[in-house]
């Protein structure tokens, strides 16, 4: 915050004190008093009133600090990360604005591969309102759907669009991405809308250099998507119609709803024929691009106390990825079979097996105000390997104080056991200015 004075301010007196100051004075009366008083008032209704406007940009740097323990040699590796993010959200007139949104993560080791630096264009697009319910976006668009915490079937634009997990936070990933270059268009009306756009094809492979704005990543091929959702009663189902080059149609739902006053569960399903997801990460080696019906879904539970505690509770089913016999069969097969395999569904954020719970709970303002704290927790079905994090962050006016710790555990080669890093902390201070 800047200072604009070069002192204490003066002290000021209210306006009731002031009629009283001068009612007392020598010479005064009720009736001078009662002048005073209504004079003082009508001061006050004609003052003007300031209202400062919103400012275009939010930004804010951020540095952390952390280790973690190596599965494989034992050793402690120290991590340290210094992340710039900026968003700049501007109205050019009452109809159009303009928005972009852009973070440069720099970290010690690499963050992937050989890449110290990497930057995530997030969105960059122009946004009209061509009626008052008639909406276009033209841009590098982070589009996110679907209603489950942990894992989202009918997040169809999530393959390829992180470029630095600096977190494994469910919020983290869904918001430090970068977006697909695509034209939107959305017709709103009371209680739903209709939503639809198109992602073209601009490059078909992707750049892997840090600085590089990679649109093969996320604009590898054609796409589109039709999104309708309508409010009914106390529920809010969505549908979804997805189109991808040379692959079948996929039907998306998404549904919440109040089960009490403080309950709520949903369902995010989606579902369709395609490839399996070992042909698709391994085309030489599983070459039958053969599709067979897939569902995927995530089905959950989010309780909400009065001490802004919530809780919730998924269970993610993945009809796409392997069963318990055909994942013991990969992971006691050729290690760059099985490597290809991970890597496709690291990019892909898909699920490598078929079952997994998902754990999720916040508590806003715990213990002492500003403080909240977050936990997860994720047990694999098919392996039984697991994975949890904790987080302590707290508010400071502009400055935020965090502390992150992660743990996984499996045996080897499994979901959660084949990760480098058997546990690890972080320490991150981040500013906003």
């Not at 009283?20 to 009720?30: F, N, R, S």
């Not at 109809?95 to 969105?123: C, F, M, S, Y």
């Not at 879904?297 to 318990?324: F, I, P, Q, R, W």
Request: charged share 20%.
């Amino acid at each position: 915050m800047k200072n604009t004075g070069s002192g204490s301010p003066p002290p000021q007196t209210s306006l009731p004190a002031l009629g009283l100051i001068i009612a007392l004075l020598p010479g005064a009366g009720p009736v001078a008093a009662q002048d005073a008083e209504l004079d003082a008032l009508q001061l006050a209704d004609t003052a003007p009133t300031e209202v400062q406007a919103p400012s275009d940009w939010r930004r804010f740097v951020e540095a952390g600090l952390g280790a973690s323990h190596l599965r494989s040699s034992g050793d402690t590796r120290s991590t340290r990360r210094l992340s710039l993010d900026i968003q700049y959200d501007h109205a050019l007139n009452h109809d159009w604005r303009v928005l972009v949104a852009d973070r440069l993560d720099l970290g010690q080791p690499a963050l992937r591969g050989r890449e110290h630096a990497i930057n995530t264009l997030k969105e960059a697009y122009l946004s009209g309102r061509l009626q008052p319910d008639t909406l276009v976006d033209l841009g590098r668009i982070n589009v996110r759907n679907g209603v489950a915490l942990g894992y989202n079937p009918t997040d169809y634009f999530r393959a390829g669009a992180v470029r630095a997990a600096v977190s494994i936070s469910p919020a983290s990933l869904k918001e430090n991405r970068q977006g697909s270059v695509m034209l939107r268009g959305q017709q709103l009306w009371a209680g739903g809308a209709l939503s639809a756009l198109f992602s073209p094809g601009l490059a078909r492979q992707a750049e892997p250099e840090g600085l590089n704005p990679d649109l093969g990543a996320t604009n590898r091929q054609h796409r589109g998507l039709l999104a309708l959702s309508q409010k009914v009663g106390g529920f809010t189902p969505q549908l979804l119609v997805y189109q991808e080059e040379s692959l079948p149609t996929q039907f998306g739902f998404n549904l919440t709803g109040l089960v009490t006053d403080a309950t709520v569960a949903y369902l995010e399903s989606s579902a369709g024929r395609s490839p399996s997801q070992l042909s698709q990460s391994l085309p030489a080696f599983a070459p039958c691009r053969c599709s067979a019906w897939h569902n995927r879904l995530s089905a959950g539970l989010t309780h909400t106390t009065a001490h802004k505690l919530s809780l919730s509770a998924e269970y993610h089913h993945n009809g796409g990825g392997l069963d318990a016999d055909d994942w013991r069969q990969l992971r006691q097969g050729p290690p760059a079979v099985y490597a290809a395999y991970r890597q496709w569904a690291a990019t892909a954020q898909e699920m490598p097996t078929r079952r997994a719970v998902f754990l999720h709970g916040v508590w806003q303002d715990a213990l002492i105000p500003r403080l909240d704290l977050s936990a997860m927790h994720t047990l694999d079905l098919t392996d039984r390997s697991q994975r949890s994090w904790l987080e302590a962050r707290y508010h400071q006016g502009s400055v935020d104080y965090a502390v992150q710790w992660q743990a996984h555990s499996g045996r080897p080669t499994s979901v959660f056991g084949a990760l480098p890093d058997k546990h690890g902390w972080q320490l991150s201070l981040r500013y906003y200015f």
